[in-house]
């Protein structure tokens, strides 16, 4: 059933005639790497008891970052020349770690929790773009355009699995396993905010575009049965994508 739904989005996504409605639009790729982590009540309190645990140590449990990986699709559709609408469907692996540094008395322990997810986000961006006359045009009259934008909008992430657990000791494996159908959510709510710039060339139908966003989560992705409410993943990302469309002022 989620397959099915992710499907839909796709095909809708690059295959909606969007171009004879739009004044400018681009459908495209777009993959890159982050740092994804956990945060919320529930979580700080797995953090606390870690600590608790270890405290004669003088040690803390507590965030590990963990790198993540994303790739997926986005179509722009821009609606007038400072506002466009973004709807994207993102692949991501990703999840969160957490442990013990390195100390006196301890080894450098992390554990991970990792799961894979498609990101399907609706994006309302605020752009400003801008010609620039190269110094050595290859053809008369030819220009050179960027635009940058800020945005912000909400989202759903469908998990694909159940997820895997696993720990370090000295960055070596200790142990990894999959985990039980009851431990994650199917799908959880997002939002993101970011910023990005797009460039092209004033005769080509194609540009590249770079983003930097803050995907936060807003529910929390732990099934009922864990009894962890406010356990959200996050996720800071840097994707870098191609897309074919038309540039500012189609």
Not at 15 to 32: E, H, M, N, R, T
Not at 101 to 124: Q, R
Not at 136 to 150: D, L, P, T
Request: aromatic residues 18%; glycine residues 12%; proline residues 4%.
């Amino acid at each position: 059933m989620v397959l099915r739904k992710i499907t839909i989005v796709l095909f809708a996504i690059l295959f909606i005639p969007v171009s004879a409605f739009c004044l400018d639009y681009g459908i495209g790729v777009k993959g890159g790497v982050g740092f994804s982590f956990f945060r919320g009540d529930d979580y700080q309190a797995l953090l606390d008891f870690g600590t608790t645990a270890v405290e004669p140590y003088g040690t803390y449990f507590r965030t590990r970052f963990m790198l993540s990986y994303s790739a997926g699709v986005f179509a722009e559709l821009g609606l007038l020349d400072f506002f466009s609408i973004q709807p994207e469907a993102i692949f991501t692996f990703g999840g969160g770690a957490y442990g013990y540094p390195e100390n006196y008395s301890l080894y450098d322990y992390k554990e991970y929790l990792k799961m894979t997810y498609v990101e399907l986000p609706a994006l309302v961006k605020i752009r400003y773009a801008r010609r620039i006359k190269p110094r050595y045009a290859r053809k008369r009259g030819s220009f050179e355009w960027i635009r940058c934008s800020i945005y912000a909008g909400p989202g759903i992430a469908f998990l694909l699995g159940d997820g895997k657990a696993m720990s370090k000791v000295d960055r070596e494996e200790y142990m990894s396993a999959e985990l039980p159908p009851n431990y994650f959510k199917d799908f959880y709510y997002f939002l993101i905010f970011g910023a990005g710039v797009d460039i092209g060339r004033g005769n080509s139908r194609t540009y590249t575009t770079v983003d930097l966003r803050y995907h936060m989560g807003w529910s929390s992705i732990m099934h009922p049965d864990m009894d962890a409410e406010d356990f959200q993943a996050n996720n800071i990302q840097l994707l870098i994508g191609f897309a074919i469309g038309s540039g500012p002022g189609k």
